[in-house]
Every structure is written in C-alpha cells, then in structure tokens.
C-alpha cells in the first residue's frame, strides 16, 4: 500500500510502498523528472523491518535525490533501532545502530529538511516493567553525524498494542530548528507538550498547550522563524477484550505558534463524531465508526490548513478549516467521504484526497482561498480502501501527485485480495 509520497526541492520524488506480506521487505518508487513513477525498488535489507502503521514518519528525502529511514533490525524481541541513509532508486546504504538510552519497543520517529538537517525521536523504555517512558532526540546537522542523545522529558506518552496510546511527533523547518510535540503524563491526565530547539539550545522551557485522551495522533509541523502548527486527534478507549473494546467519538484540536515560537490557546475543529460507515453496515456488519484521522499543513506566512474525517447521520464526512494567528477556525465540508491525505506547497496552495465508495476524489485551494464546491474525480470503478493514500506537490513542476489504493474485498471487515497502489498527476 502506499504509505508516504515526499519529493526533494529538485523535483526528485519517491513514493514508500508497504508490503501486505508483514514478511517481505518494504519497496519505495522514485519519479522521473516528468512526474512518473519508475519500476518499484527494494528499500531495506533482508532483516530489516518498519512499523507499517506508522511507515510515514520513519522515511525522509532530502538534498537532490537523498533518502533517510529509521527501522528495526532484527526479530522475535531482539530488534535493534537503526538510521541510513540513501538515494532514491537505491537500497539504503550502512545501518547505524541507535544508542536509545533503555530502549524496550518504543517509538522511533524521524522528519528533515530540504538540505539534510535530521532529526530523530525515541521513546527510551516503553515495555513491560517500563516505570516510565524518557523522550530522547537525536540530531544531526546536514553533511554531519548524530550526536549524543538529548533528553527532553523524564517520562513521556507512546503508543501501544492495539493502536492504544500517542506517539510523540517531530517536525524540522529550513533552518535546521527542531519542532518536537509529545504526551507529558501526569496525575490526573496527560497534557500535550511542545518545545522548540534552535541552533543546539533550547528556546524555553517546554510549554502545555492541551490535553491527550487515551488514543490518537499528534502531527507537528514548522515553518522559518518557527511559525508552528500543531494538530491531535484523540479519543476514550476501552482496550478490553484484545483491543476491541467501544471507543468514544475522537475530539480533533490545533494550536498554532507565532515567529516566537509561543503557543496560543487551544481550537477545537470537532468533537462528537457518532457516524457510522454505511459500506459496512449494510453489509451485516457491526456498525463502525468512521476512520479518525487529522491532516495539517502550514504555509510560509503562518496559515495552517486542515482536513479530518468526521461524520454524520449518513456516515463519514470530510472537512476543513483554517486557522491563521490563532484565530478562530474557518470550518468547510467538502463532501461525503473519507480523507486520505493533505498536502501543500508551502505557499497555501493546497489538496485535499479523498474517497467515496468506488470514487477517487480531490479537493483543490489556491492561496488564500477555500476550496472549491466542487471536487474533482480522479478514478472509479474499483473499490478504494479507505483513508490509504498520499498525495504532494512536486517543487519544480508545482504539479501535485496523489497516490491511492484499489482492489478487491471477500470480506469488507479485512483485506483478503490484493490491492494495487495507483496514482495521477494533475498539472496546473
């Protein structure tokens, strides 16, 4: 399945490809300069591994055709942290091993700049027996090396088995600062914490900015003079029963930052999303809530976009809004269906990706503008699977590509039949 479309600031692009053997290697795709993926290549070595929920954030490009990746190496519960480096179009290069200070399982996250500035997230202890979890970032300057790992907090929230918990996020600006966002529990609940690091110091303390509830996501994202968004998701669980238990309606929240980098209050997008998905409850099965999920962008004037699933009465509905300077958010709702990514050219140029039943949708915004009421239909006929997708403009072209999933189901609850990754270009 495609999972994570990136290109380089010379128009490289490459497309991060998941297995849905969970024992064959992860492939990736490169572009041409004309926009086109060329044949798919294998990205890792044979004992190799990434964790495929989260394959987005542990893949980086950079420079003109530079690849960097985190993954574990090994099996059985001896895996070992790794970082490489490579070129699109080729297997990556050594492994270093990763000196996580008690590492057991935790989350290992990474983003970079245009030029090669790294940087790299790890949850020190996350297992059983784990009292509490150390966040530690790894940096390393463009054409450099890792250095030491930097604590940032004691303890620190990470996802679990089951898709429970929040794993912290990272994000990197042109200049090399470092965005981290990460679930600081305490008594009583888990408040979200932000911090920024510029040029080896830390510009304050770390500062609360909202609340985690026991599942989620959290999507960091930084601009030059460390205009910062960002954007969580997360909702009540009951694990029981092997990680079914009910879940309650997810709350989605933003909070932006200024060119001090200080956080202002809290906006909350949505809460309360009851809908269910109409394909599979007509299909005899147990009404499902719709997929969460929550996209941001931000461009270079401190504007953020962004796009969630939530939902009504007749099933999943995707929306957006925008928030510039903290102001209150300019909701719009672009139609039924389930989002599949968000993506910008850094100038508020934007799209959205979704999907409705057999139908690959796109939503398209010129700068400073909503999006228009009517979305255009890239694909239909073939079943989509919902919310896998991606989509990103490439910086030469200004062209955006967006890649999705299609096949066939058995059984609607699980993917029994192959699905084939696909993609389009629109020129502008």
Same mark, same amino acid.
């Given at each position: 399945?495609?999972?994570?479309?990136?290109?380089?600031?010379?128009?490289?692009?490459?497309?991060?490809?998941?297995?849905?053997?969970?024992?064959?290697?992860?492939?990736?795709?490169?572009?041409?300069?004309?926009?086109?993926?060329?044949?798919?290549?294998?990205?890792?070595?044979?004992?190799?591994?990434?964790?495929?929920?989260?394959?987005?954030?542990?893949?980086?490009?950079?420079?003109?055709?530079?690849?960097?990746?985190?993954?574990?190496?090994?099996?059985?519960?001896?895996?070992?942290?790794?970082?490489?480096?490579?070129?699109?179009?080729?297997?990556?290069?050594?492994?270093?091993?990763?000196?996580?200070?008690?590492?057991?399982?935790?989350? *290992?996250?990474? #983003? %970079?700049?245009? &030029? =090669? @500035?790294? !940087?790299?997230?790890?949850?020190?202890?996350?297992? /059983?027996?784990?009292?509490?979890?150390?966040?530690?970032?790894?940096?390393?300057?463009?054409?450099?090396?890792?250095?030491?790992?930097?604590? *940032?907090?004691? #303890? %620190?929230?990470? &996802? =679990? @088995?089951? !898709?429970?918990?929040?794993?912290?996020?990272?994000? /990197?600006?042109?200049?090399?600062?470092?965005?981290?966002?990460?679930?600081?529990?305490?008594?009583?609940?888990?408040?979200?914490?932000?911090?920024?690091?510029? #040029?080896?110091?830390? &510009? =304050?303390?770390?500062?609360?900015?909202?609340?985690?509830?026991?599942?989620?996501?959290?999507?960091?994202?930084?601009?030059?003079?460390?205009?910062?968004?960002?954007?969580?998701?997360?909702?009540?669980?009951?694990?029981?029963?092997?990680?079914?238990?009910?879940?309650?309606?997810?709350?989605?929240?933003?909070?932006?930052?200024?060119?001090?980098?200080?956080?202002?209050?809290?906006?909350?997008?949505?809460?309360?999303?009851?809908?269910?998905?109409?394909?599979?409850?007509?299909?005899?099965?147990?009404?499902?809530?719709?997929?969460?999920?929550?996209?941001?962008?931000?461009?270079?004037?401190?504007?953020?976009?962004?796009?969630?699933?939530?939902?009504?009465?007749?099933?999943?509905?995707?929306?957006?809004?925008?928030?510039?300077?903290?102001?209150?958010?300019?909701?719009?709702?672009?139609?039924?269906?389930?989002?599949?990514?968000?993506?910008?050219?850094?100038?508020?140029?934007?799209?959205?990706?979704?999907?409705?039943?057999?139908?690959?949708?796109?939503?398209?915004?010129?700068?400073?503008?909503?999006?228009?009421?009517?979305?255009?239909?890239?694909?239909?006929?073939?079943?989509?699977?919902?919310?896998?997708?991606?989509?990103?403009?490439?910086?030469?072209?200004?062209?955006?590509?967006?890649?999705?999933?299609?096949?066939?189901?058995?059984?609607?609850?699980?993917?029994?039949?192959?699905?084939?990754?696909?993609?389009?270009?629109?020129?502008?």
């Amino acid at each position: 399945m495609p999972a994570g479309l990136s290109f380089t600031a010379g128009g490289r692009g490459m497309l991060t490809l998941a297995p849905t053997d969970v024992r064959a290697r992860p492939l990736a795709a490169g572009t041409s300069m004309g926009d086109r993926f060329g044949v798919p290549f294998t990205l890792t070595r044979a004992d190799d591994a990434f964790r495929l929920e989260n394959l987005g954030r542990e893949v980086a490009v950079f420079g003109r055709d530079g690849v960097v990746a985190t993954g574990l190496r090994g099996g059985s519960g001896a895996e070992q942290p790794w970082v490489a480096f490579g070129r699109i179009g080729h297997l990556l290069g050594r492994r270093q091993p990763l000196a996580i200070p008690g590492w057991n399982g935790g989350s *290992v996250e990474l #983003a %970079a700049d245009a &030029r =090669g @500035d790294v !940087a790299l997230i790890a949850i020190g202890c996350a297992g /059983v027996g784990c009292r509490k979890n150390p966040l530690y970032l790894f940096y390393r300057s463009h054409g450099g090396r890792f250095g030491r790992p930097i604590r *940032v907090a004691r #303890a %620190a929230y990470d &996802r =679990g @088995d089951f !898709a429970t918990g929040v794993a912290p996020a990272v994000a /990197v600006n042109q200049a090399g600062d470092v965005l981290l966002a990460w679930g600081c529990p305490q008594t009583g609940g888990t408040p979200l914490c932000v911090r920024i690091r510029r #040029a080896g110091r830390w &510009r =304050g303390p770390a500062q609360r900015i909202g609340a985690l509830l026991d599942t989620g996501t959290i999507t960091a994202r930084l601009t030059d003079g460390d205009r910062a968004a960002v954007a969580w998701w997360t909702q009540r669980a009951d694990t029981g029963g092997a990680g079914q238990g009910p879940l309650e309606p997810p709350v989605y929240e933003v909070a932006t930052a200024g060119t001090g980098g200080r956080f202002g209050p809290v906006t909350r997008l949505d809460a309360g999303v009851t809908g269910i998905d109409p394909a599979l409850s007509s299909q005899g099965i147990r009404p499902q809530p719709s997929i969460p999920n929550l996209f941001a962008v931000i461009a270079s004037s401190g504007r953020v976009r962004l796009a969630w699933t939530g939902a009504d009465a007749d099933g999943p509905l995707v929306r957006s809004a925008t928030v510039i300077g903290g102001a209150p958010a300019d909701a719009q709702m672009l139609g039924h269906g389930t989002l599949a990514a968000l993506a910008a050219d850094g100038h508020d140029r934007a799209v959205a990706l979704w999907a409705k039943a057999d139908v690959v949708l796109a939503s398209t915004a010129p700068p400073g503008r909503p999006y228009g009421a009517e979305p255009e239909s890239i694909a239909s006929g073939q079943t989509v699977a919902r919310g896998v997708g991606d989509a990103a403009f490439d910086p030469r072209t200004h062209r955006v590509v967006a890649t999705w999933e299609t096949g066939t189901r058995s059984d609607p609850g699980y993917v029994t039949a192959p699905y084939q990754a696909r993609y389009a270009t629109r020129v502008p």
